[in-house]
Structures are given as structure tokens and as C-alpha cells.
């Protein structure tokens, strides 16, 4: 009994021979050294040129131009950011500025006449020029504004108990708007109005004053000034502060 597989083992020692077993493997399938698993030396100096470019890079960038990695390195000089959409937001926001509001930032301007004489304040210069602020021909009612804005005043005259002898000068260049716009402001800024009175003066008093006045020659005295009712208001509708629209009575 000689077959091939038996005299690899010595039956009497017990003993294999290792060559003699490993003969048919070698045999079938040869160990092909230095090919399959091996990084060719094309790939290593391809890797290494990558590292080589890819460093340089990183230091353009990083290094050489200071500006690390911000977002600036891609805006060219000349560039222009598009301009924000309009959403309408300032149409809007304008609409709904009361109309209060407006006219009596147009009567501050109109006040810019008055203010060498009665102050930014109001306040008037002591002996010289009568105050706004607590002064009884502001606060009362609106027909004697009026007739002042119109033909001016011409002194003596009492205000807060103190005696003023100068010239008012007249105001009837102005429009009716303008002059309803300042006596608006002097009221609502200067004055102490009674409970329930906006201070409010439309073009529409102003134009009834000009109306019951306009005939008027020269500045009025205090005495003129005084045969006018305290409490007398100009005519005209009271209007919505929000809409500077006319309201119902009057
Ligand atoms: C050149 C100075 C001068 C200017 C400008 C002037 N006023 Fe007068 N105003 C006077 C004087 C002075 C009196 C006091 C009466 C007098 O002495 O003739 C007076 C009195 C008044 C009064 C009544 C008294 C009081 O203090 O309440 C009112 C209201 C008034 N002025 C409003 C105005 C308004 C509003 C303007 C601007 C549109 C204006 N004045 C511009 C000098 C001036």
C-alpha cells in the first residue's frame, strides 16, 4: 500500500513530513511574490504631489494672506451686496403716524418765527418777552389767538401779572394751515389746557378768524384783546387726531 497519501506518514514513528505534505500545495498554487497588496511607486509619488499642492494651498490662505479662512478671501474687490428687498414697511409704518403727529411737527417748524422772542421753551425772556407756558391768553379760548396771530399786539400788555411793552409783530403772511399748525403747537406744547380740550386749531378756525378779523387795521391793544370772550373759541369741526378727519358736532 504505496498511494500518495500514506507515504507522507511514517506509520512507526508517527511522525509527517512537512515538505513532503506541503509538496501538492506549492504545486497547485504558487505564492506570486511582489504584486497583489503592494502600493505601486506611481501611487507614492502621486499622494506625495497632492500633500505637496495641497499644503501650499493652506498656506496661501491661511498664512501668506492673513485673512485665515473668512469668507472675505472670495469677494473681490468691486463686489456690491444686491440691495435688500423693499417689503413696504416704511409706507406702512408712515400710515400709521397719527395726524396729530405731523401737524404739529409742521407747527414746531412754523414756531422757528417765534422762538428769538418766546424761546425754544416757551418760556419767553423775563421783562422783555411774555412766556407761553402759563400764560392765560394761550390757554383760554382760541378766538384771541387768533386775532393775535393775525395783527400782532402792541403793548402794554398783563401776562401771568407781569406787564410787557413791546410789539407782537403781526402774522397774517402766513396760511391759514401755518398759522393753525403753530397756535396747534404753542397750545398742546406750552399750554395748560382744560380736561377734555385737544388744543387742536384746523385750518378751518384759522380761516374763521380771518374771516371775523381780517378786517382789522394795526396790531391790537390789550383792551381790543379783552372785549374778545375769554372762553370764545374760533368755529369749526373738531377732528379725529388720528385721521385729522372732521368728526360730528362741531
Ligand atoms: C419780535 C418778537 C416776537 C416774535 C417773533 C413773536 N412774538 Fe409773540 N409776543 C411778543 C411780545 C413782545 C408780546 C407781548 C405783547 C407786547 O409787548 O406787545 C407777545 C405776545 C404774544 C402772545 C400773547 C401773550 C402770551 O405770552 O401768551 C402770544 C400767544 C404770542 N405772542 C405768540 C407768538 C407766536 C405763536 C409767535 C410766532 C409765530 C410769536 N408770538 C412771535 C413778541 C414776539
Redesign the pocket.
Known amino acids: 500500500m504505496d498511494s500518495p497519501e500514506e507515504k507522507n506518514i511514517d506509520y512507526e514513528t508517527g511522525t509527517v513530513s512537512a515538505v513532503d505534505l506541503h509538496d501538492s500545495v506549492r504545486r497547485e498554487n504558487p505564492l506570486d511574490k511582489g504584486g497583489q497588496g503592494r502600493i505601486g511607486m506611481a501611487a507614492v509619488v502621486i499622494c506625495c504631489f497632492i500633500l505637496i499642492i495641497g499644503g501650499g494651498q493652506i498656506f496661501q490662505t491661511f498664512v501668506a494672506n492673513g485673512s485665515g479662512f473668512s469668507s472675505n478671501i472670495y469677494l473681490t474687490k468691486d463686489y456690491q451686496p444686491m440691495p435688500r428687498p423693499s417689503l413696504g414697511g416704511d409706507a406702512a409704518e408712515k400710515e400709521q403716524v397719527a395726524w396729530i403727529e405731523d401737524w404739529m411737527s409742521d407747527g414746531k417748524k412754523?414756531?422757528n418765527?417765534?422762538i428769538?422772542?418766546?424761546q425754544a421753551s416757551g418760556l419767553?425772556i423775563p421783562g422783555q418777552?411774555?412766556?407761553?407756558v402759563g400764560?392765560e391768553?394761550?390757554d383760554g379760548g382760541t378766538k384771541r389767538?387768533g386775532a393775535?396771530?393775525l395783527h400782532g399786539?402792541?403793548?402794554?400788555?398783563k401776562?401771568g401779572g407781569q406787564t410787557?411793552?413791546?410789539?407782537?409783530?403781526p402774522?397774517n403772511n402766513l396760511s391759514d394751515e401755518k398759522l393753525a399748525q403753530?397756535v396747534t403747537y404753542?397750545r398742546r406744547s406750552f399750554g395748560s389746557l382744560p380736561e377734555g380740550e385737544d388744543g387742536v386749531v384746523t385750518t378751518e378756525m384759522m380761516k374763521a378768524a380771518r374771516d371775523e378779523f381780517g378786517a382789522h387795521t394795526g396790531p391790537y391793544t390789550e383792551a381790543e384783546l379783552l372785549a374778545i370772550p375769554a372762553d370764545a373759541n374760533l368755529s369749526g369741526a373738531k377732528v379725529d387726531l388720528e385721521t385729522g378727519d372732521p368728526v360730528g358736532g362741531g
Do not use: D, K, R
Not at 410787557?164 to 409783530?169: A, D, E, R, V
Open positions: 412754523v414756531y418765527n417765534c428769538a422772542c418766546h419767553g418777552f411774555p412766556p407761553l400764560s391768553w394761550v389767538l393775535i396771530m399786539i402792541n403793548g402794554p400788555l401776562v410787557y411793552n413791546q410789539l407782537m409783530p402774522w403753530v404753542v
